[in-house]
């Protein structure tokens, strides 16, 4: 197990935690400031890659996520400075990828061109809607004209440009998200990110459910209807999904997130940020403190970020494989499960879903069905007995 991490690759995440506002359907670790010190969180995210680099000497670094937040309002010359310490603590692989996300608002031309300068040579942008009234109710702070102009900067400076939409909002309807869909793929490079709105506690829209004060959302039969277009329409488009929400044209996918996905290792940096490590044959979770300030403090007074690193068992691990892994259109390896498990996938269990047309079994790799991919999380309640 001691080597298991190279199968899935090793990347960094780094956590900008401010955003220009909250949005309600955010459940992030996300802050609004009227000021932040970026020479302070330079110095901090510097220090931490230092220490990160000790732990994971001699690994090759296959991809840095600037996430949020709202990365794009941190100065270029930060994200400059946080790459030049990355490529002097890790070789970098041949394929390096490094993805910052942006909102429309704070996209600007000279910025983008400092980020590109720094070695970002991935953008992924939270557009959410393309529809006016819908980016109004979700909270968004730009227009679709702005989203398409911030769109457009970011496509004549960067190859590779994602960006996300939610759909299922209030009053909805099908034709409406397929002609929206349409829409975006008509503008996509080579990569979206199509999620449905879940209504999560301790947001604003979380506490107007809970009153019955959020009008208009799709019935689960509606939403299930959307899904399916979903797919149709990427998939004819030449953009199928690779993962249950992420849509990708053939080698666009985001390398990144199949780190996550295929379970690999990866540095988790900044406030709320988790990892992964593998040291000394054992595997490792790594948390930090939610709170930007106390994130801060531990790290200017002791040296490191993080608030609890907790030993994860074969079996444990097993488990977030499968969990991770059965997102993806690929699937899992069951010989790399029974390997971290010490057993395998119960066979009365898998007979069963494969007879209900929710899994394939192909020699060692197990999928879901396009009939059970929206089953997920019962598939996994079978499984994982």
Not at 125 to 147: F, T, Y
Not at 242 to 266: C, F, K, Q, T, V
Request: charged share 25%; net charge negative.
């Amino acid at each position: 197990m001691s080597d298991d991490w190279q199968k899935g690759g090793f990347g960094l995440y780094i956590h900008w935690p401010f955003c220009l506002a909250k949005c309600p359907y955010c459940d992030f670790n996300s802050h609004v400031s009227a000021a932040v010190d970026q020479a302070q969180w330079q110095a901090a995210y510097l220090s931490e890659i230092e220490r990160y680099g000790v732990e994971t000497s001699g690994r090759t670094l296959n991809t840095v996520f600037f996430g949020g937040g709202t990365p794009s309002l941190m100065d270029p010359d930060l994200v400059h400075a946080v790459l030049d310490k990355i490529r002097a603590t890790w070789p970098i692989s041949n394929s390096f990828e490094v993805t910052l996300e942006a909102n429309p608002t704070s996209v600007e031309a000279g910025r983008f061109a400092g980020y590109r300068d720094a070695g970002v040579n991935r953008i992924s942008m939270g557009i959410q809607a393309l529809n006016d009234a819908d980016l109004k109710r979700l909270g968004r702070m730009h227009s679709v004209a702005e989203a398409r102009t911030a769109f457009d900067t970011a496509r004549s400076l960067f190859q590779r440009v994602s960006f996300d939409l939610i759909y299922t909002r209030q009053h909805q309807c099908l034709p409406d998200w397929t002609a929206e869909l349409r829409e975006a793929l008509s503008m996509a490079i080579d990569h979206l990110s199509l999620y449905q709105l879940t209504i999560e506690d301790g947001t604003a829209f979380g506490d107007r459910y809970a009153i019955g004060r959020l009008p208009g959302l799709p019935s689960d039969d509606l939403g299930a209807q959307m899904y399916e277009a979903t797919q149709e329409i990427c998939e004819a488009a030449g953009m199928p999904a690779y993962e249950i929400s992420n849509h990708a044209r053939d080698m666009a996918e985001s390398r990144h997130n199949l780190i996550y996905w295929r379970y690999g290792d990866y540095v988790g940096i900044g406030p709320g940020a988790h990892g992964r490590i593998t040291k000394d044959r054992l595997k490792f979770a790594t948390e930090t403190p939610s709170s930007p300030g106390d994130w801060l403090t531990r790290v200017n007074e002791r040296g490191e970020g993080e608030r609890e690193r907790t030993q994860i068992s074969g079996p444990d691990q097993a488990v977030e494989y499968l969990m991770m892994s059965l997102r993806l259109l690929e699937g899992s390896s069951l010989s790399r499960f029974e390997a971290l498990n010490g057993a395998s996938v119960p066979k009365d269990r898998l007979d069963m879903l494969q007879e209900e047309g929710f899994v394939i079994q192909d020699g060692d790799r197990l999928r879901t069905t396009a009939a059970g991919r929206p089953l997920l999380n019962a598939i996994l309640r079978e499984l994982l007995v």
